[in-house]
């Protein structure tokens, strides 16, 4: 059994939900596949994601990026709501949206937040930057969404596996991204991610992690973890993305 990972599949763009269409019926029936975030804000295209992939994979797991819980489409209802009905449509599905176990290979989702640990947005991040109009978290900080999220994360014993791998939408630490990045674009850093889920990793004990969210495609290993980015990304983002889904590991 192989372990495929995807992300940042954004099928809002009618060529990548084309591309996951084409995906073979056969080669991966015997197959896990993470889907680490961003399929799109609009329920009925990830709905289309899950009925394209379902049946194409043994199993499905996934956890949700911020595009899947913007709400600004569909009457700027709060997002945790849109968390928990995304977490429902999963479970009909037969999803894996916790912990779970191929012999001795234990999975881990990990939900997080941006929390500005990477550092404090610019004002034209925080003018600027679509979240803020798009999601509604009553009133909360980004931070306090961090702490929310954090405090559903299911941390299990690992005693019993051989080895733990986990994911996470949101990128774990800062230092993934390349030195010489461009320099506008690190205005982007604070909203990457959370120092919060590199806790989470280390705690578990994980030897591989896989993120989306930056649509920078990565393998680098830092202090024993192999850290794995392979976001499908916006069609314009050739350079960046592979557009595939990378076989990451055997289960
Ligand atoms: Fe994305
Ligand atoms: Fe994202």
Redesign the pocket.
Known sequence: MRLFLGS?FHVDYAQNLHWLGQLSRQDFTDDVLIVA??LSDDVDLIQSCFDILVPRYKKLLFLP???DLWTARSGRGPSFDKFELLQTLCGGYGIETRPVAFGGTLIVPILGWYDYSFGEPDARIRRGWMDFYKCNWEGLAPADVAERFDQMNLIPDTLDFERVYSFS?FVPRIDLMPVRYPEKHKALFPVLGSARIEERIRELGSSMHFY??SHLNRNKVIDGVTYINNAFGYPSETEITAKTILHVADL
Request: proline share 0%; no cysteine.
């Open positions: 940042d975030g961003d990026g911020n595009h939408h989306g969210h």
